[in-house]
């Protein structure tokens, strides 16, 4: 999947014949089919399976929504390391790799280049916005998913990989939309990351929240609490989930409670390591 240079389902420039569309504006101009373009008196594309040269954008959350884990990794940590994983993989098969790493107020940008350069830079730049993370950080209004979506859409407005990493806090109708844009003309992925306290919220305790300014004590004993805490969180991961069905957008999960290598392994098809 993150290979753009041999022969994958994933769409691109290659060898083997997928399908006939009609143009779009930015369109590879050698794609044209002209014997179709000139029975139908519209121009039409070839799409193949296999890709030459697709570059590769790693779009990755660490905002404040981020900053939370309850048995290994914070949902920060999980991504930041999948991610880095995912950088390395495609920048050692040739391919071009960049990326957005944002937070609760900056944005990095990235643009795909094939140079160790470009690795090395997205990488610190993840590394800066994983550090930049405290739970004594102010209270502040954050980027939203749909601002980061858009420059993706002006980064990466075709024929790209885009791997999504995030836990998709604060997600609306917009934000379906442009994903459905992106997954128009890119190959999009989304890595959903989530922590075991989303599926088995513990009942019985008290846990005490903050933004930094103000604080609240929540009482799981109260089962009507629990259960309204339950229920918006699990919502939250089914609606996500759900776009794999309703958009036809691969949705790959991550969990804080396992190991970064051992999950990207698998969720590539790859075999275990031995031990």
Known sequence: MLNGRHASRLRGRGLNFEELRGYLPGDDVRTIDWKVTARTGKPHVRVYTEERDRPALIVVDQ???????SVLNMKSVTAAECAALAAFRIFDQGDRVGGIVFGDTAIA????????????VFLTALSDANGLLNANQ?????I???????????????????????????????????????SQHNDLVIVLVSDPYVEEMPSG???????????????????????RLKDMAQGRLAEILNWQRQLGVPVLPLTTAQDSVEQMRRLMGLPGRRR
Not at 152 to 180: C, G, K, M, Y
């Open 63 to 69: 905002r404040m929504s981020m900053f939370f884990g």
């Open 205 to 227: 305790v008290k846990v005490v929240v903050s933004d930094g300014m103000l604080q609240a004590e929540i009482d799981t004993a109260d089962k009507t609490v629990h259960r």
């Open 138 to 142: 102010p209270a502040v209004t954050p």
């Open 144 to 182: 939203s998913m749909n601002q980061v979506l858009q420059s993706v859409a002006r980064i990466a407005p075709r024929n790209h990989l885009v791997l999504l990493f995030s836990d998709f806090d604060q997600v609306d109708e917009t934000t379906r939309l442009l994903v459905t844009g992106l």
């Open 109 to 120: 940008e990235i643009r795909p280049g094939r140079s160790r350069k470009s690795l090395t």
